[in-house]
């Protein structure tokens, strides 16, 4: 929230300085994120009227002004602005003027005519993005006057990270209040008289879901003048809350929400018809907004409609079917009250995210809106005339939020700040928290006021105590704490052994959201249904993940956008599995990579990574186990790996994970660049290792013998292996895959491997006749299973 110095000062002025003011909510959980000028350093630019305009002599889209600022005589400048006009007042930049950007203003001439300074723009001086034209002051300006002065630009921008619980700082009336709490000084609060109905004129109000709006107040002002110009202080604060002016009948309803922090609507009547009903939407309810998307309001979204159908999302945003025009005359003003539990998650369900909603589902004073409705009446009729009517409210008073009596004891204040703080402060800090405190023999009967939702419990007041008493004033004891060390099972490989292997191995740990895109979870794992979130934080962040691959995805897209080309990440992480009725909460740990095998160099050419880099990643990990040879990697599909690169990982017949490279329809889906490998790995399968234990050491050497055998392209190495252990017998120790070779000399279809056999006995020297009858015994095996042939 954008709040201005000038104007919170118009309320409380405490005696500190700006930084001073912004430590001071820091410290009391009103974190202020930045402090900024409100506009640009400019100077020498004064209020100056046109008093006569003539066109250039020979430039058809210029025009020479005389402009009075003050002098004894005026300036002579030339303009191309479409809409300067005799009597306007504007910023007129004079002869040495320094303009945002380093501009500086000297005397010139335009196509062969003196100028004498320079008209400016919003835009020139700072205060918009961008401008149609000149900036209009008001015509009760006085020639001469400083700008800065005149628009009161010396000001203070805090923008203010507020915390969920704090939605009644979310109006300047509520930071005033925090402010002079902290202090200890006047706070001046807004005063708003009743504006005496002039006309007789009603629209009946019906709440048929008074749980989800238990009050709503309305009043109709016929005659408002449309083209009325919001005046210039009022687009000035507008401006420095970061909101846009759109005309009178929105700049009042958006300034009473800055100001008061009620949001509130204005309907065009004469497009409205019968009366306001509040309810829940209908299977056949349709919506055009007023940001011209269509939404189908599901029947847990509250609207606001008429005999006709929908108005508006209640709370949320306005539909066009209602909106006030250039030709609307009659206006129905609503100020009303929503439970957050109404709004909650509602906004973000289509896509949006208004001023309104944002305050509605932090709450709002449920005792607000009849002050709101009129002061912003008294605004629009100032600004915009028109005949008041008398405001109409109805209230299902059962389902106002009732106001809690919590019971506060000094000794559980003194246990939970460990300190005494005396009776009167804190009685103090209570009412200049605008709290109702009753004292009681042994304890104090507290009310909190309308506005404060976050107060509920005993804990909640003692923390409002610390607050404002001062964070920085409580006593810091050291907790005493009892060490324990925890078991190391031997039996199990710990998470972080995995995760050290991988950052030697040049990985980065990332941690991402638990909650994932739609999209990406679909195309990453389609066969899961993932569960989906009732409150998401937006609708790239709506379910809960089923595989680790999304988030490590996105955020190797983010750095591939930011001219990282080699990423190698993992993530340790909790995967929320769907099982009927139920959801699973398991550990795994993924990855990916892409780019360049080995980081730059010279000693080696660069070459991408591949499928077999990726593999012997994960090799490197089922070592930590102790047994490496209990896992198997089997081809098969997986929706997002490429069919002719991707593995599943077993371990003795047990699904470990995934590896493979991303399929080329996923990648293209997701927008990644370049060739992708991942892993995913299910820890519970993973972690069990074989205990350490102590093998007996052969005092003789080993002997090795190569074998070349040719087999058909479906018989995999691994099955190889597996065949030449189970016929080596108890003399062989290794075996190793030293080459694959297809080409000239093996028929098509098949491939040769070539290994490497180690054979060693703990009690003699082997033989040529033991060793050659042990490689026999494997050939012939060979030959048996797969009709292998020795390569000659």
Not at 84 to 108: D, E, F, H, Y
Not at 382 to 409: C, K, Y
Not at 706 to 731: C, W
Request: hydrophobic fraction near 45%; glycine fraction near 8%.
């Amino acid at each position: 929230m954008k709040v201005s110095e000038q104007w919170l000062r118009e309320w409380v002025d405490p005696a500190v300085t700006s930084a001073g003011l912004a430590a001071q909510l820091t410290m009391a959980g009103l974190e202020v994120d930045s402090i900024e000028p409100v506009a640009p350093a400019f100077e020498k630019v004064v209020v100056g009227r046109v008093i006569d305009l003539t066109p250039h002599p020979d430039a058809d889209r210029l025009r020479v002004a005389a402009v009075a600022v003050g002098g004894a005589e005026p300036l002579q400048i030339v303009c191309g602005a479409p809409n300067v006009a005799i009597g306007m007042c504007v910023p007129t930049a004079l002869i040495g003027a320094v303009l945002p950007g380093g501009l500086n203003i000297k005397k010139s001439k335009l196509r062969g005519v003196e100028s004498q300074g320079m008209l400016c723009s919003a835009k020139e001086l700072g205060l918009a993005e961008s401008s149609d034209g000149l900036l209009p002051l008001p015509p009760d300006s006085l020639p001469g006057m400083n700008i800065r002065e005149l628009l009161q630009l010396d000001d203070a921008l805090f923008e203010i990270e507020l915390t969920p619980n704090r939605g009644d700082c979310l109006g300047m009336e509520g930071v005033a209040r925090e402010v002079a709490a902290l202090n200890r000084c006047e706070f001046r609060p807004l005063l708003v008289e009743a504006v005496a109905p002039v006309v007789d004129a009603t629209f009946p109000v019906s709440l048929h879901d008074p749980a989800d709006c238990p009050r709503y107040v309305g009043r109709v002002i016929r005659g408002v003048n449309p083209a009325a110009e919001t005046p210039l202080w009022m687009k000035e604060r507008l401006r420095r809350a970061g909101v846009r002016s759109l005309g009178p009948l929105v700049d009042v309803t958006n300034y009473v929400m800055l100001e008061l922090g009620q949001p509130m609507h204005a309907f065009d009547l004469g497009r409205l018809c019968g009366g306001i009903e509040v309810r829940r939407a209908r299977p056949d309810d349709r919506l055009e907004l007023l940001n011209g998307v269509i939404v189908t309001p599901d029947a847990e979204t509250l609207l606001i409609t008429d005999q006709h159908g929908p108005l508006a999302l209640a709370g949320i945003m306005g539909g066009e079917i209602s909106s006030c025009t250039d030709a609307t005359r009659d206006v129905f003003l609503e100020s009303a009250f929503f439970t957050p539990a109404s709004i909650a998650g509602r906004a973000r369900r289509y896509g949006l995210q208004t001023d309104s909603s944002y305050r509605y589902e932090r709450g709002v004073d449920p005792q607000l809106q009849r002050r709101a409705a009129e002061r912003a009446t008294r605004l629009l009729i100032d600004m915009a005339g028109g005949q008041p009517g008398p405001i109409l409210e109805a209230v299902s008073p059962d389902h106002l939020p009732a106001l809690p009596a919590i019971r506060l004891r000094p000794a559980r204040l003194r246990l939970l700040l460990g300190l005494d703080i005396p009776a009167a402060e804190v009685e103090d800090i209570l009412h200049r928290l605008g709290m109702t405190v009753t004292t009681e023999p042994d304890h104090w009967q507290v009310i909190p006021p309308s506005c404060r939702f976050d107060i509920a419990i005993e804990a909640d007041l003692i923390e409002e105590i610390a607050r404002v008493h001062g964070y920085h004033r409580l006593p810091g004891n050291q907790p005493l704490i009892r060490l324990e060390m925890p078991p190391q099972p031997e039996g199990q490989v710990m998470p972080e052994r995995f995760k050290d292997a991988l950052i030697q191995r040049g990985f980065q740990e990332v941690i991402t959201y638990s909650f994932v895109d739609p999209a990406f979870q679909q195309a990453l794992d389609p066969e899961r249904k993932p569960l989906a979130l009732a409150n998401p934080i937006s609708a790239e962040l709506a379910v809960m993940r089923t595989s680790l691959w999304p988030g490590l995805l996105n955020a190797m897209i983010y750095n591939q956008k930011r001219q990282q080309t080699r990423v190698r990440l993992f993530e340790y992480g909790l995967n929320f599995i769907p099982d009927g009725g139920e959801l699973h909460q398991e550990p795994y740990l993924g990855g990916v990579v892409t780019g360049t095998a080995l980081p730059e160099q010279w000693g080696l050419a660069a070459r991408p990574v591949d499928f077999f880099d990726l593999k012997g990643e994960v090799e490197a990990l089922l070592a930590l186990t102790g047994e490496p040879e209990a896992f198997t990697f089997t081809a098969a599909v997986h929706p997002a790996l490429h069919p002719g690169q991707s593995a599943r990982l077993e371990r003795n017949g047990a699904i470990v994970g995934w590896l493979g490279a991303l399929h080329p329809r996923v990648a293209r889906e997701l927008d990644v660049e370049g060739d992708v490998f991942g892993f995913e790995l299910r820890l519970a399968t993973l972690q069990p290792a074989r205990t350490p234990a102590f093998h007996e050491l052969s005092r003789f050497p080993a002997s090795r013998r190569d074998l070349a055998i040719v087999v058909d392209e479906t018989v995999t190495a691994q099955m190889v292996q597996d065949s030449i252990r189970q016929n080596g017998g108890g003399l062989l120790r290794e075996v190793r895959l030293f080459d694959v070779y297809r080409g000239q000399g093996i028929a098509e279809g098949r491939k040769s491997l070539a290994l490497g056999l180690i054979l060693q006995d703990l009690s003699r020297n082997l033989t040529d006749s033991v060793v050659e009858e042990t490689v026999s015994r494997i050939i012939v095996g060979l030959t048996q299973q797969f009709s292998a042939t020795l390569r000659i």
